[in-house]
């Protein structure tokens, strides 16, 4: 999921998933909403909540941004920690980036609303 402001645009998007291609991952599964004053810890907790847990399954997942999501983070069991990519906004999505996503998904215990 695209938590970060690159998901406003489709040609963004696009940039963000021919990075992940890259190395080897597959396309973003969706971009969060933007809230009426909503943080965007809370715009990702609330998308995760009503778009992907059903029936107590469990997801891993990253959120990209370029702000430090996880600094913010105020969800309920603070479900963005060990779960972000810190982009940079000249550069983006990094070869190096990726990577470290691949070893946080790769570290990941399922997370369960």
Known sequence: MLSSTWRLSETTQQRVNEALAEVGLAACIGATPVLPLGSRPMEIWRWLR?????AGEGVRFLALDDIPLEALDKT???CLQGRCVLTQKRTG???E????????LAQ???WRA
């Not at 009503?50 to 059903?54: A, E, P, R, S, Y």
């Not at 980036?97 to 946080?104: D, I, M, P």
């Open 97 to 104: 980036l990726a990577g470290q996503g691949l070893r946080l």
């Open 108 to 110: 990941q215990a399922l």
């Open 50 to 54: 009503d778009t992907l847990v059903d």
């Open 76 to 78: 309920p069991g603070r």
């Open 93 to 95: 999505l990094t070869r």
